[in-house]
Protein backbone atom coordinates (compact mmCIF):
# COMPACT_ATOMS: atom_id res chain seq x y z
CA UNK A 1 0.00 0.00 0.00
CA UNK A 2 0.94 3.69 -1.18
CA UNK A 3 -0.47 6.98 1.08
CA UNK A 4 -0.33 9.53 -0.60
CA UNK A 5 -1.09 13.21 -0.04
CA UNK A 6 -3.88 14.43 -2.45
CA UNK A 7 -5.54 17.80 -3.00
CA UNK A 8 -8.51 19.37 -5.05
CA UNK A 9 -9.45 22.18 -7.37
CA UNK A 10 -9.95 23.92 -4.26
CA UNK A 11 -7.04 23.32 -2.44
CA UNK A 12 -8.17 20.77 0.12
CA UNK A 13 -5.52 18.58 1.37
CA UNK A 14 -6.33 15.18 3.01
CA UNK A 15 -4.49 11.49 2.21
CA UNK A 16 -5.32 8.39 0.42
CA UNK A 17 -4.23 4.73 0.74
CA UNK A 18 -3.78 2.59 -2.94
CA UNK A 19 -2.22 -0.39 -3.88
CA UNK A 20 -0.04 1.77 -6.40
CA UNK A 21 0.12 4.65 -8.67
CA UNK A 22 -2.03 2.89 -11.19
CA UNK A 23 -4.56 2.14 -8.69
CA UNK A 24 -4.99 5.74 -7.99
CA UNK A 25 -5.22 6.64 -11.52
CA UNK A 26 -7.64 3.97 -12.20
CA UNK A 27 -9.55 5.35 -9.13
CA UNK A 28 -9.60 8.39 -10.37
CA UNK A 29 -10.64 7.96 -13.98
CA UNK A 30 -13.87 5.62 -12.39
CA UNK A 31 -14.51 9.02 -10.21
CA UNK A 32 -13.95 6.67 -7.04
CA UNK A 33 -11.61 9.25 -5.53
CA UNK A 34 -13.75 12.63 -4.42
CA UNK A 35 -12.57 15.18 -1.83
CA UNK A 36 -13.42 14.55 1.95
CA UNK A 37 -14.77 18.07 2.50
CA UNK A 38 -16.11 19.34 -0.89
CA UNK A 39 -16.96 16.37 -2.71
CA UNK A 40 -15.18 17.35 -5.67
CA UNK A 41 -13.89 14.36 -8.23
CA UNK A 42 -11.19 16.53 -9.06
CA UNK A 43 -8.31 15.30 -7.07
CA UNK A 44 -4.55 15.20 -7.63
CA UNK A 45 -1.27 13.96 -6.28
CA UNK A 46 0.21 16.78 -3.97
CA UNK A 47 3.77 17.05 -3.51
CA UNK A 48 5.36 14.48 -0.87
CA UNK A 49 8.36 14.73 0.54
CA UNK A 50 9.12 11.28 0.44
CA UNK A 51 10.37 9.17 3.81
CA UNK A 52 13.97 7.93 3.41
CA UNK A 53 15.22 6.17 6.18
CA UNK A 54 18.81 7.70 6.39
CA UNK A 55 21.54 6.36 8.31
CA UNK A 56 21.18 9.57 10.70
CA UNK A 57 17.42 8.45 11.28
CA UNK A 58 18.25 5.20 11.95
CA UNK A 59 21.21 6.55 14.48
CA UNK A 60 18.72 8.88 16.06
CA UNK A 61 15.71 5.33 16.48
CA UNK A 62 18.67 2.91 18.15
CA UNK A 63 19.82 6.12 20.34
CA UNK A 64 15.95 6.55 21.17
CA UNK A 65 15.49 2.51 21.52
CA UNK A 66 18.90 2.46 23.80
CA UNK A 67 17.91 5.79 25.86
CA UNK A 68 14.75 3.90 26.84
CA UNK A 69 16.04 0.93 27.59
CA UNK A 70 18.69 2.57 29.28
CA UNK A 71 16.22 4.36 31.78
CA UNK A 72 14.13 0.98 32.56
CA UNK A 73 17.50 -0.65 34.03
CA UNK A 74 18.36 2.30 35.42
CA UNK A 75 14.94 2.20 37.03
CA UNK A 76 15.19 -1.11 38.23
CA UNK A 77 18.37 -0.72 39.48
CA UNK A 78 17.54 2.24 41.59
CA UNK A 79 14.26 0.00 43.10
CA UNK A 80 16.75 -2.72 43.96
CA UNK A 81 19.05 -0.25 45.78
CA UNK A 82 15.88 1.38 47.67
CA UNK A 83 15.24 -2.24 48.71
CA UNK A 84 18.42 -2.93 49.74
CA UNK A 85 18.73 0.14 51.68
CA UNK A 86 15.44 -0.50 52.89
CA UNK A 87 16.71 -4.09 54.53
CA UNK A 88 20.08 -3.34 55.72
CA UNK A 89 21.78 -1.59 58.29
CA UNK A 90 24.35 1.33 57.55
CA UNK A 91 27.47 1.01 59.50
CA UNK A 92 29.47 3.83 57.62
CA UNK A 93 33.08 3.29 57.58
CA UNK A 94 32.64 1.04 60.36
CA UNK A 95 31.46 -1.78 57.21
CA UNK A 96 35.00 -3.50 57.22
CA UNK A 97 34.72 -4.35 61.16
CA UNK A 98 30.97 -4.92 61.58
CA UNK A 99 31.37 -7.34 58.53
CA UNK A 100 34.37 -9.25 60.03
CA UNK A 101 31.84 -9.48 63.66
CA UNK A 102 29.34 -10.84 62.18
CA UNK A 103 31.48 -13.07 60.04
CA UNK A 104 33.29 -14.94 62.87
CA UNK A 105 29.77 -14.59 65.18
CA UNK A 106 30.41 -11.94 67.34
CA UNK A 107 27.42 -9.66 66.09
CA UNK A 108 24.18 -11.13 65.25
CA UNK A 109 23.77 -12.38 61.57
CA UNK A 110 21.82 -9.23 59.78
CA UNK A 111 22.04 -7.46 56.96
CA UNK A 112 24.54 -3.94 56.43
CA UNK A 113 25.88 -1.66 54.41
CA UNK A 114 28.69 0.84 54.63
CA UNK A 115 31.90 1.98 52.91
CA UNK A 116 35.38 0.56 52.86
CA UNK A 117 38.48 1.19 50.85
CA UNK A 118 39.74 -0.92 47.91
CA UNK A 119 41.85 -2.83 50.30
CA UNK A 120 39.68 -3.06 53.51
CA UNK A 121 37.00 -4.84 50.74
CA UNK A 122 40.41 -7.19 49.54
CA UNK A 123 40.93 -8.44 52.90
CA UNK A 124 37.20 -9.32 53.76
CA UNK A 125 37.49 -11.44 50.72
CA UNK A 126 40.49 -13.13 51.27
CA UNK A 127 39.23 -13.82 54.76
CA UNK A 128 36.30 -15.69 53.10
CA UNK A 129 33.62 -12.80 53.74
CA UNK A 130 30.93 -12.59 51.15
CA UNK A 131 30.66 -8.98 50.30
CA UNK A 132 29.36 -7.15 47.23
CA UNK A 133 29.68 -3.22 45.82
CA UNK A 134 26.66 -1.40 45.22
CA UNK A 135 26.74 0.67 42.16
CA UNK A 136 26.40 4.74 43.38
CA UNK A 137 23.83 6.12 40.59
CA UNK A 138 25.02 9.44 39.37
CA UNK A 139 21.70 11.04 40.65
CA UNK A 140 22.51 9.91 44.19
CA UNK A 141 25.40 11.92 44.86
CA UNK A 142 24.08 15.50 43.36
Known sequence: ????????EKAHE???WFAGSADFDQQVERGLVSCPVCNSLQVTKALMAPSVSTARKQDEMRTLAMDTA??????KVKETLAEIRANTEDV???FPEEARKIHYGEADQRG???????QEAQALVEEGID???LPVIPDDVN
Open 1 to 8: MIRYSLSC
Open 112 to 118: IIGQATL
Open 131 to 133: IAP
Open 70 to 75: QKAVLA
Open 92 to 94: GER
Open 14 to 16: FEG
